[in-house]
T-cell receptor, first 114, second 115 residues
Framework: GDSVTQMEGPVTLSEEAFLTINCTYT??????LFWYVQYPGEGLQLLLK?????DKGSNKGFEATYRKETTSFHLEKGSVQVSDSAVYFC?????????????FGSGTQLTVLP | DAMVIQNPRYQVTQFGKPVTLSCSQT?????MYWYQQKSSQAPKLLFH???????NEADTPDNFQSRRPNTSFCFLDIRSPGLGDAAMYLC??????????????FGPGTRLTVL
């Protein structure tokens, strides 16, 4: 079945550092890939998505590129801020059916220190 | 702004006392989902409605039920909450297109405490 493997956390960075959170997936066919962010005590917010190979999703300075050859969708940001502290979930959505099941990774806790 | 709204944000109930959580949406989406998220874990899908069609996940306990009286509203009923049901409950919606690009949008969640 489909699965998502995320970089183990927690990750602690200083403000303005470069961020990478690794995400790899296993799926049949051509899934769509998502990054969701969850701030403390809140629900999940869609951060970015990519729906086909080589697509780059971007939002709020975050980027991720859908790499089919390496089955990866790593999240990057060039300069993190304290306000980026949150849990980040990589997820995929597969084919078939009229409603989509999201398969989530385990989440990566990011803490950014001033 | 179109959105997914959950009420209440925090709910406290007693062991065994039925509780209902509410979700509404202004996105006019066909699909509504309920997830359970325990501390430091990924959300776990409980069930979803595609329009009026109910789809239960195989491992969702019978203690959890859902109702969708109209397109905009969906309720999660926990008939006899146990201590293990304390969690964040997330509602999400999607258009329900046949493409894998269908995107789920989440509400802010309801934090359930069971005493």
């Amino acid at each position: 079945g489909d699965s998502v493997t995320q970089m183990e956390g927690p990750v602690t960075l200083s403000e303005e550092a470069f961020l990478t959170i690794n995400c790899t997936y296993t799926a049949t066919g051509y899934p769509s890939l998502f990054w969701y962010v969850q701030y403390p005590g809140e629900g999940l917010q869609l951060l970015l998505k990519a729906t086909k190979a080589d697509d780059k999703g971007s939002n709020k300075g975050f980027e991720a590129t859908y790499r089919k050859e390496t089955t990866s969708f790593h999240l990057e940001k060039g300069s993190v801020q304290v306000s980026d502290s949150a849990v980040y979930f990589c997820a995929l959505s597969g084919r078939g059916g009229s409603a989509r099941q999201l398969t989530f990774g385990s989440g990566t806790q990011l803490t950014v220190l001033p | 702004d179109a959105m997914v709204i959950q009420n209440p944000r925090y709910q406290v109930t007693q062991f065994g006392k039925p509780v209902t959580l509410s979700c509404s949406q202004t996105l006019n989406h066909n699909v509504m989902y309920w997830y359970q998220q325990k501390s430091s874990q990924a959300p776990k899908l409980l069930f979803h409605y595609y329009d009026k069609d109910f789809n239960n996940e195989a491992d969702t306990p019978d203690n959890f039920q859902s109702r969708r009286p109209n397109t905009s509203f969906c309720f999660l009923d926990i008939r006899s909450p146990g201590l293990g049901d304390a969690a964040m409950y997330l509602c999400a919606t999607s258009r329900g297109s046949s493409s894998s690009t269908d995107t789920q949008y989440f509400g802010p969640g309801t934090r359930l405490t069971v005493l």
